[in-house]
């Protein structure tokens, strides 16, 4: 199981930090992956990392001021998110699935997302 936090009010042009604290150890052969949702759209892919080999992959809209790592000693995924924009706004959901993807349909044990606001 997958849960999400550290979400919050942010301005544009600042930072925050997601966490995914994972239940359990994911195996070798997933990736964790970020997505958002903005109310009204689809769930969109953000960022994902291989849980085995620490690859990490980006959404263009966020390539350059996003990073994704992973805490092995406290078995979490953290996301940073720099250089914030007011189209960052969205709930943010962390799940496990399929390695190199970016489609939310192969990934799943979706916990309960963290909302992020920027004012403009």
């Known amino acids: 199981q997958l849960q999400a936090s550290g979400g919050g009010l942010a301005q544009a042009g600042g930072s925050l930090r997601l966490s ?3 239940s359990g150890r994911p195996s070798r052969a997933y990736a964790i992956g970020w997505f958002r949702q903005a ?3 689809e769930r969109d892919f953000v960022s994902a990392v291989n849980w085995d080999d620490g690859y990490t992959y980006y959404a263009d809209s966020v390539k350059g001021r996003t990073t994704i790592s992973i ?3 406290k078995n979490t995924v953290n996301l940073q998110m720099n250089s914030l ?6 709930v943010y959901y962390c799940a ?3 390695r190199y993807s970016n489609n939310p349909a192969a990934f799943g044990a ?8 920027v004012s403009s």
Do not use: M, Q
């Not at 924009?85 to 969205?90: I, M, S, W």
């Not at 916990?111 to 606001?117: A, I, N, S």
């Open 85 to 90: 924009k007011p189209e960052d706004t969205a």
């Open 39 to 41: 109310p009204g759209k």
């Open 71 to 73: 805490d092995y000693a």
């Open 96 to 98: 496990v699935g399929r």
């Open 110 to 117: 979706w916990g309960r997302g963290t909302l992020v606001t």
């Open 20 to 22: 995914c604290a994972i």
